[in-house]
């Protein structure tokens, strides 16, 4: 199955901070964070002339590519609700705390949790000091709050500059059991924000990832990992940071004025083999 | 033999030495938890209670209530009972069923308030009736303090406690329909990935709905001025998209609440069902309703960022949602997550106690 995802950053009327900017007046910059696999392994040395851009069926110029040199903007959004308890929080913990140790030097990350409560533990902030101990206390108790999470998490932009790409990484091995909001709020935010989404899901061996998951991460662009058990979860959290790096950004612009509302944007390959990951479109305010 | 009895009299011995210790230190016990007792009934506050048995063992506190119990006097006991409300209300969502046991002791005070089936029948109906009335109080609201950390299953135990001292009561019926209504929103169709699973989560959810709305209807048929049962309705009938009938009811039920936790519920449910009418900027002015009323509530704040998002305002709906989840939080959260804990039931009780 064709999956898209893409992580959109809009300006209008303003200079546009991206990759590699170039503005002009009555030009919108459009940057779309696209993972291109080929089976497990990361299709490299693709180019403007790879790919092809329609934004609302219209084809666009792509105008540069760029890969692996962004700095990331991560929230790390994390479930502690009860039944995380012992060795699963533990395991969470590690992983988290590998993951921010394998983040590089101009990367900024925060960190939030849910269970009743949703709160932020620490900031966005290069610092990795406050983050590792946030995530060396990790505790497990109440019921689970995801929808109400997502929602508040997306309004907090993880980074630092507008260079920056915002990425989410939520972890839950649940179903919402105490938000007010439910999962198709969850999703129109994610829709919403520009903020690339990927859904770690800690599940029993013979559970697939949950159809919220899965609209979750198609939503935000990115993908559902799931881990069978909590050992997985460092290995799986490492895999998630490469396939951060192995992502290409690419811009096009947009001639004239971003009419409001939903634009539907499909990305495919020209002259190269794989499964494109992106953002099935993003949505400009009225 | 004399190794028998040598070690019966050692045995012996030692239990007496043990019997001494426990009643030196149960002794100051007793005495602490009286203080704590007087103090709360002269208007300390739960913190002030909950200070006081801090570090106590269960079995120590067991005793005290025990002494309690023992000395039947019903001023005391229904001190005790609401004081162990108090301090199971004010730990309950820190630690996983942490208010349980100090629930259960408020459960046990406030039952032995009634006298012993034989004298009963010497007791005015009037007499009968407070004391009865008392328990149902006390186990609503326990049920009311479990909602509100989403522990169904406990929930309903008190849920049955109230029901026998009060089989008839508009409180007592919405309960349990509010027990149901949130147990059917547990069921949600969108987490689940066979066709199966996802029939069985719709069926079970659309039944505890109809179920609610039921008790909802027969709790006004109790008492047709029962503003929480009312608000309740609305909310369940605008959970199986019977919006006209939801909107009917919702304005009814706002008209009518007075008491602040009834007001924040009909604002949280009309800005709700705008939202399914598709009324954004009129969900979003309810909502912010009820985050004036209970600035902590964190359904109010979710709520609220997410209708100013979906109207576009985007900014305003960032600062919401920043200000709450960096705010350090020093009260207990689930007081007012949800607006389920019954808070106008625990004052009726405070205040009867300390007449």
């Known amino acids: 199955m064709r999956r898209f995802s893409m992580m959109v950053a809009v300006m209008i009327g303003t200079a546009f901070v991206c990759a590699q900017p170039t503005f002009r007046s009555g030009v919108s910059m459009v940057r779309i964070d696209a993972s291109v696999m080929n089976g497990t392994n990361a299709v490299a040395r693709l180019t403007a002339d790879n790919f092809s851009i329609t934004d609302n069926g219209e084809l666009q110029k792509v105008e540069a590519v760029t890969r692996d040199t962004v700095p990331l903007g991560l929230m790390l959004l994390l479930d502690t609700s009860e039944s995380l308890g012992g060795e699963p929080i533990a395991a969470l913990s590690n992983a988290a705390r590998s993951l921010v140790n394998g983040l590089r030097v101009d990367d900024a990350a925060a960190v939030m949790t849910f269970a009743d409560q949703v709160r932020l533990l620490v900031p966005p902030a290069r610092d990795r000091g406050p983050i590792l101990s946030a995530l060396s206390d990790l505790h497990a108790v109440g019921a689970t709050s995801i929808n109400d999470a997502i929602v508040l998490a997306l309004l907090h932009e993880p980074t630092l500059s507008p260079e920056m790409r915002p990425v989410m990484i939520v972890f839950t091995d649940g179903r919402d059991t105490s938000s007010w909001l439910d999962g198709g709020a969850a999703q129109q935010a994610a829709r919403r924000s520009r903020t690339l989404i990927h859904v770690v899901e800690l599940r029993g061996l013979t559970e697939s990832a949950t159809n919220f998951s899965r609209d979750l991460a198609r939503a935000g662009g990115g993908r559902v990992w799931s881990a069978g058990s909590a050992g997985e979860l460092r290995k799986l959290f490492t895999e998630v940071l490469n396939e951060l790096r192995s992502r290409y950004l690419i811009s096009y612009s947009y001639q004239g004025t971003l009419p409001g509302g939903w634009h539907d944007v499909k990305v495919k390959l020209k002259g190269a083999r794989g499964e494109i990951t992106a953002r099935p479109g993003y949505f400009v305010s009225q | 033999m004399r190794l028998l009895r040598s070690t019966l009299g050692r045995t012996t011995a030692s ?341």
């Open chain 2, 15 to 355: 239990i007496a030495a043990l019997l001494c210790i426990a009643a030196t230190r149960i002794e100051p016990d007793l005495d602490v938890y009286r203080r704590a007792l007087a103090d709360y009934a002269a208007g300390q506050g739960a913190v002030s209670a909950v200070k006081t048995l801090a570090g106590w063992t269960t079995d120590r506190v067991e005793f005290c209530v025990q002494a309690v119990i023992l000395r039947a006097d019903a001023r005391e006991l229904e001190t005790a009972a609401v004081m162990h409300l108090e301090i199971g209300t004010a730990i309950s969502g820190s630690v996983v069923d942490s208010g349980a046991a100090y629930f259960d002791f408020a459960s046990r005070l406030a039952a032995a308030t009634l006298p012993a089936p034989a004298i009963v029948g010497g007791l005015s109906a009037e007499r009968i009736d407070r004391v009865n009335a008392f328990n149902a109080m006390v186990n609503s609201v326990i049920a009311s303090a479990y909602l509100a950390v989403h522990n169904v299953k406990l929930a309903r135990v008190a849920i049955r406690q109230a029901q026998h001292y009060r089989p008839k009561s508009a409180a007592v019926t919405t309960l349990a329909g509010i027990t149901d209504e949130v147990e059917a929103l547990g069921f949600d169709a969108d987490m689940w990935e066979r066709v199966s699973q996802r029939t069985a989560a719709l069926r079970q959810r659309s039944k505890l709905l109809v179920l609610a709305e039921r008790e909802f209807e027969a709790a006004l048929e109790q008492d047709p001025a029962y503003v929480l049962a009312r608000l309740r309705l609305g909310r369940a009938q605008s959970l199986q998209n019977n919006l006209t009938a939801a909107r009917a009811t919702l304005f009814q039920g706002r008209d009518a609440a007075r008491e602040p936790r009834h007001r924040f519920l009909a604002a949280m449910f009309l800005g709700s069902l705008l939202v399914q009418e598709r009324n954004v900027e009129a969900a979003q002015l309810e909502y912010e309703r009820a985050r004036t009323i209970m600035p902590q509530s964190q359904d109010a704040v979710a709520a609220s960022a997410y209708a100013e998002l979906l109207s576009g305002n985007r900014a305003l709906a960032q600062q919401t949602a920043r200000q709450y989840t960096s705010a350090a939080l020093d009260d207990a959260w689930w007081i007012y997550k949800t607006g389920l804990f019954d808070s106008e039931l625990m004052e009726q009780l405070r205040r009867r106690v300390r007449q």
